[in-house]
């Protein structure tokens, strides 16, 4: 979509800038007696260069209160619409907007900087500069009707710390503290530091928990500090127990029998329930439900084990990942009458709560795609859960999809129909030749998918296809952050039927495309490394790596021999495509202030034809620009290389593909107001081909590659719920590949994007 006046657009948007200051200045409402609080400020004066400074001054700022009325480019329509809301007969929205944003005012009156100081005494002393001074004040501004708090303080010199010991005793936990001292948290030299102190206390917990302590706690140890010794803020620290702790909570627990519920129900304990000993567990169920034999992989606890909640937690996570559970409780129940005075003694009991065996699930979404088709698509999923009592979940699919194409112009008329069915058969296990024990794989164990479906597609005013695939292979979760797929057999195979004279003659002007449509049986491997980073998602530094491997035709053309002169060889009559194809995303996300980053994004990908193939099947083949690639270009209209389709020509859609793709893209984000988020954004990137081709010609790679880049820039509004992200990006194009070297900022003719999620 392009705004051609983009004159008009910018004196609307100031217009409505304008309103939007005049309607939300609230300075007229505040009482004459009143003063609206803007916030505070914290002043720190320090003789000593002091480490962590700038983490000092964020923590002594939360601590300040009350927090002023949130403000929106300067203004607070919160506030404004609470006024007005006050007034005789608001309007429907007034009350509404009030409803929804408005804040009742902040005045200085709330403030009470005697309570504030003495927060912020407590927060300093907690960070060891004890007897520090703290004073403040309170400035009012009579004609803003604004008043601000600023406090002052004064750090003393800080203590430091010269020895730290644990205290001596003939108890086995103090020698078991005593032996994880060399991971502590607490060094020589440090700060006196209240949040440390807690931190070592549960490390300490945690430590002794991995080793059977079950009933261990971080209240039952206590810090002592000793300045006696010192007069230049000086201080020895003492870790000890404290006195007359419960016997229990500083023995080891050691586990004698473990007890699996299959499926488990609640309040059905009375019911009588057969028994079957396998691994030295107890499989307790009704009827079999879950064969012992394939769920016992899915458990580390074993019998004579220490408790240990790491092996618990791997155990739930691995239940967890079957997919056949809706709720898995591990409890653990202490045997007194075992326990002596050194060891207690545990049973585990592990309740699985099945979810329903069958279930039918429809999803109407809407679907927005890189290569700018928008429209409606109608899913139907049937489930089989635990299909042969180990765990296999069946899933049939059935989807129907309507698109058209949200671009005009020599683009129309793309219109498609699609029709799929798919299944998909899941194993909790690995079916391979080789067993591996149920330690190989520490975090979850991989699985097993077979796949079979069909696809059946109409691009009205073109053509149809008929797509029918099957692949065998494996995935797994490695840790928190990779994901491994592999796929040693996966086969497709496209029928190209139903052309029209217009896309034949497409065909006909380009014989690379057509040998790109030709070979369409596909047979090979594939394989994918996901390193994703962005689940810690309040680390500064955020990272994620996907790497895709797909190479096909080996297998086949060893069948079918070599070829027969210049015609390709066929296996059962279709001729068969061979490549390598490999490509490369990689993001990282600076995350700074409150809800800003920066977000960056590189990818590369280089498919090879070779032997049975000269040109990559179409489907393979790489394309740029779009709501997810380079948005001042439209979806396709990027390459390949200096290539430059005549206006109007209604094949450029197909041909500016090619078998090497580079982007780059850079985005600030950063919140507006409530669940309305911005960005600006630059991207760059591009399309060539290995090969010279007469119908497409500059597309091919060379070494003048980087001036051959389309390079845009722009700005995004994003409507951000609960992670469900509607987004607009208006870009523009600051250098398209023909330019070279020069900068040609077109922005008379931006282009806007639409898109659901983010790009990167």
């Known amino acids: 979509m392009r705004f051609r006046n983009s004159f008009l657009l910018t004196h609307t948007i100031i217009i409505l800038s304008l309103g939007l200051v005049v309607a939300c200045s609230a300075k007229k409402y505040v009482p004459e007696d009143k003063f609206l609080y803007t916030g505070a400020e914290v002043i720190i004066n320090s003789e000593d260069t002091i480490q962590g400074l700038e983490e000092l001054q964020g923590e002594l700022e ?158 039952l140890l206590i810090f002592e500090a000793d300045t006696n010794q010192y007069s230049n803020n000086r201080f020895d620290l003492f870790l000890r127990l404290k006195k007359d702790v419960p016997e229990k909570t500083i023995v080891p627990y050691k586990i004698t029998k473990v007890n699996i519920f299959p499926n488990y129900v609640v309040d059905t304990d009375s019911i009588k329930k057969d028994t079957i000993l396998y691994a030295n567990k107890n499989f307790i169920q009704e009827t079999e439900y879950f064969k012992p034999e394939r769920l016992d992989p899915f458990i580390l606890i074993e019998k004579d084990q220490f408790f240990n909640p790491t092996t618990s937690r791997n155990t739930s996570r691995r239940l967890a990942t079957i997919g056949a559970y809706k709720f898995i409780n591990i409890r653990y129940d202490e045997i007194d009458s075992l326990s002596t005075d050194s060891l207690g003694i545990l049973e585990a009991n592990i309740f699985l709560s099945p979810l329903n065996k069958r279930a039918i699930r429809a999803e109407l979404q809407a679907v927005t795609k890189s290569n700018d088709f928008a429209g409606p698509n109608l899913e139907l999923t049937y489930v089989n859960r635990n299909l042969f009592k180990g765990g296999e979940i069946l899933k049939i699919t059935g989807k129907f999809g309507y698109e058209f194409q949200l671009v005009k112009g020599n683009q129309s008329g793309f219109n498609s129909l699609e029709f799929g069915l798919k299944s998909d058969l899941i194993f909790p296990r690995l079916l391979f030749p080789i067993s591996f024990s149920k330690d190989f794989f520490t975090y979850a164990i991989p699985k097993t998918r077979i796949s079979l479906g069909a696809d059946f597609l109409n691009r009205t005013k073109l053509f149809s296809l008929t797509s029918f695939y099957t692949s065998f292979g494996y995935f797994w979760t490695a840790n928190k952050y990779v994901t491994h797929e592999f796929n040693p057999i996966s086969v497709n195979l496209v029928k190209l039927t139903n052309t029209t004279p217009a896309f034949d003659d497409i065909l006909k002007a380009n014989p690379f495309l057509q040998t790109s449509f030709d070979q369409q049986f596909i047979a090979g491997l594939t394989y994918s490394f996901t390193y994703n980073g962005m689940v810690d998602a309040y680390k500064k530094h955020q990272f994620f790596t996907n790497l895709n491997l797909d190479i096909a035709g080996n297998t086949l053309g060893l069948l079918s021999g070599s070829k027969n002169g210049d015609k390709p060889s066929t296996f059962l009559g279709s001729e068969f495509a061979q490549y390598a194809k490999a490509d490369v995303d990689l993001r990282y996300h600076f995350n700074f202030g409150k809800e800003q980053k920066i977000a960056t994004r590189l990818f590369a990908g280089l498919g090879m034809p070779y032997g049975n193939s000269e040109v990559m099947p179409y489907t393979k083949q790489y394309f740029s620009g779009g709501p997810y690639s380079v948005r001042a270009f439209k979806s396709r209209s990027l390459g390949p290389g200096t290539y430059v389709p005549e206006i109007d020509e209604f094949n450029s859609y197909f041909n500016q593909t090619g078998n090497i793709r580079l982007e780059a893209n850079v985005e600030y984000r950063f919140p507006i107001y409530s669940f309305f988020k911005g960005a600006i954004f630059a991207d760059a990137g591009n399309v060539w081909n290995t090969k010279e081709n007469e119908a497409l010609p500059g597309g091919e790679f060379t070494g003048d590659f980087i001036n051959q880049l389309g390079i845009g820039a722009g700005a995004g509004l994003r409507i951000d719920i609960q992670s469900f992200v509607i987004r607009f990006d208006l870009a523009a194009a600051l250098k398209r590949p023909t330019d070279g070297k020069k900068f040609n900022f077109d922005y008379a003719n931006p282009v806007l994007n639409f898109a659901i999620g983010y790009p990167f």
């Open 62 to 219: 939360d601590v300040l209160r009350p927090k002023p009325n949130a403000k929106f480019l300067g203004m607070r329509p919160g506030l404004y619409y609470h006024y007005k809301a006050q007034k005789e007969k608001p309007g429907f929205i007034t009350k509404f907007l009030n409803k929804k944003i408005g804040e009742e005012p902040v005045y200085s009156s709330r403030v009470d900087l005697s309570q504030t100081e003495s927060l912020l005494h407590n927060r300093l002393e907690n960070r060891g500069f004890f007897f520090s001074e703290v004073s403040s004040n309170i400035e009012e501004d009579g004609k803003a009707k604004e008043a601000s708090a600023t406090y002052n303080v004064r750090l003393s010199h800080p203590y430091l710390l010269k020895n730290y010991q644990l205290d001596s005793d003939s108890l086995m936990v103090y020698k078991e503290i005593n032996s994880s001292l060399n991971k502590t948290l607490i060094k020589p030299g440090m700060r006196y530091d209240l949040s440390k102190l807690k931190l070592e206390r549960e490390r300490i917990e945690g430590d002794l928990k991995q080793k059977g302590y079950y009933n261990f706690s971080p209240g």
